[in-house]
C-alpha cells in the first residue's frame, strides 16, 4: 500500500526548511528537535486517517514524507548532538523508532493502531527529552520561543490524531482528557507566544492569523461533545494550524540566530 522509505526519499518534502544533510548550528538543532516531536504525532494521525478513511490518499502522502522527514532530521541531529547525554537521549528515541516506523508503514487496523499510539506517545516523550537537553545547552529566552512555537506544530499534530482515535471510536481509556489537555496546552502557549517582548511584526501578525485559526478549529471541537465528529474538518484546519505555527518557528529561530 504505502511506497518504501528509499523511494519516498524521492519527494519533494514538504516539511523541509533549511536542508537537513547540511551541518546544522544550535538554532537549527532547536527547530529541528522539536519537529520530531511533531512528526511522532503527525504519523500516527496520518496512519489513523487512512484506517479511518479520512482522505486517505492525502494521508498516505503526509505519511511518507513525515517517515522521511524524520530520518534525515535524526541524521542531522546525531551529526549535531554536543554532548553525551544529548547523544544518548537521540539513542534511546532512534530505537523506539525504528518499531515506531515498521508499524507505521504497516496496513492500518484497529488493533495495530492502538500500539501505533502507544509508541508515538512514547516517541514523543523521548524527542521532548532531546528538545529539553538542547534548550538547556543553548540557553537563552530565544531559545525557550522556538521551542514553544515549535510545540505548538506538535500540538496541532497530538489534537488532531486524539481526535481522530476518538471518531474512529479506540477502546483507549483517557481519549478526551488527554484531547481537552492538548487544546489547553495550545491555549495556553498561544497566549504566552503573543505576550513576547521578542515579537517582531511579522511574528505578531502570524501569531494574529494562527489564533483567528485556532478559534475556527475550537468550534468544530465542540461538535464531538455531542457525538458529531467532523474528522476530515478537524484534519484540514489542524494541517493549517501546522504550517501556520511551523513559520512562526522558523521566524523565532531566524530570532535566536540574530541574538548569537
Not at 155 to 177: F, T
Not at 208 to 231: I, M
Request: proline fraction near 3%; avoid cysteine; hydrophobic fraction near 45%.
Amino acid at each position: 500500500m504505502l511506497k518504501p522509505v528509499i523511494a519516498v526519499l524521492l519527494l519533494g518534502l514538504t516539511l523541509l526548511s533549511p536542508s537537513s544533510w547540511a551541518a546544522i548550528g544550535a538554532a537549527e538543532a532547536m527547530n529541528l528537535s522539536g519537529m520530531q516531536r511533531m512528526l511522532s504525532q503527525r504519523i500516527a494521525k496520518s496512519y489513523l486517517m487512512i484506517g479511518a478513511e479520512v482522505r486517505p490518499d492525502l494521508a498516505e502522502q503526509q505519511l511518507d514524507q513525515s517517515i522521511a522527514k524524520f530520518e534525515s532530521n535524526y541524521l542531522a541531529l546525531s551529526d549535531y548532538a554536543p554532548t553525551a547525554e544529548i547523544r544518548a537521549a537521540l539513542e534511546d528515541a532512534g530505537r523506539t523508532w525504528q518499531r515506531y516506523r515498521e508499524l507505521a508503514l504497516s496496513s492500518p487496523d484497529r488493533q495495530t493502531a492502538l500500539t501505533v499510539l502507544e509508541l508515538s506517545d512514547q516517541l514523543l516523550a523521548q524527542s521532548e527529552k532531546v528538545v529539553q537537553l538542547l534548550e538547556r545547552h543553548s540557553g537563552g529566552q530565544s531559545a525557550r520561543l522556538v521551542n514553544r512555537s515549535g510545540r505548538q506544530r506538535m500540538l496541532s499534530q497530538r489534537i488532531a490524531k486524539l481526535y481522530l482515535a476518538m471518531s474512529w471510536h479506540l477502546p483507549i481509556a483517557g481519549l478526551q482528557d488527554a484531547f481537552n489537555q492538548a487544546v489547553e496546552e495550545f491555549d495556553l502557549a498561544l497566549q504566552e507566544l503573543q505576550q513576547a517582548h521578542q515579537n517582531t511584526p511579522a511574528i505578531a501578525k502570524g501569531l494574529e492569523q494562527a489564533e483567528a485559526q485556532w478559534r475556527f478549529s475550537r468550534a468544530g471541537f465542540k461538535l464531538s461533545t455531542d457525538s458529531r465528529y467532523v474528522p476530515t474538518v478537524i484534519a484540514t484546519t489542524s494541517e493549517t494550524l501546522l504550517w501556520q505555527m511551523n513559520e512562526l518557528t522558523n521566524q523565532y529561530e531566524g530570532v535566536m540566530l540574530a541574538g548569537s
